[in-house]
């Protein structure tokens, strides 16, 4: 079992950056695919980004290309996602998700692990 919690959610303007972090504990972190995904009220569950294992690929959504960065520690168990130049129709919850696969997937059914989210909120 793994242990996801998310933090670094907030209110920020439009072109403005948040960090995420997601601490993991419970079974070895180091040896799970990580991912981030957004889910906007009425909305289906996006994919935001992954990164494998040990941080050598990494996987985006085109629509954050450029702008997001996914990033990991397993020395500190967590998982980072640096968003910069925020757009409002970015505002969502966002999810941690640790995956058991030996590739970094983009669909929410690759991954066995939830966190229960953190609230982003980007103003016009």
């Known amino acids: 079992q793994v242990q996801l919690v998310e933090s670094g959610g907030g209110l920020v303007q439009a072109g403005g950056s948040l960090r995420l972090s997601c601490a993991a504990s419970?079974?070895?972190?180091?040896?799970?695919?990580m991912g981030w995904f957004r889910q906007a009220p009425g909305k289906e569950r996006d994919f935001v980004a992954a990164?494998?294992?040990?941080?050598?690929?990494?996987v985006y959504a085109d629509s954050v290309k450029g702008r997001f960065t996914i990033s990991r520690d397993n020395a500190k168990n967590t998982v980072y996602l640096q968003m910069n130049s925020l757009k409002p129709e970015e505002t969502a919850v966002y999810y941690c998700?640790?995956?058991?696969?030996?590739?970094?997937?983009?669909?929410?059914?690759?991954?066995?692990?939830w966190g229960q989210g953190t609230q982003v909120t980007v103003s016009s």
């Open positions: 990164i494998n294992w040990s941080a050598r690929r990494t």
């Open positions: 419970g079974r070895t972190f180091s040896n799970y695919v």
């Open positions: 998700a640790g995956g058991s696969n030996s590739y970094a997937g983009i669909k929410p059914a690759e991954y066995n692990y």
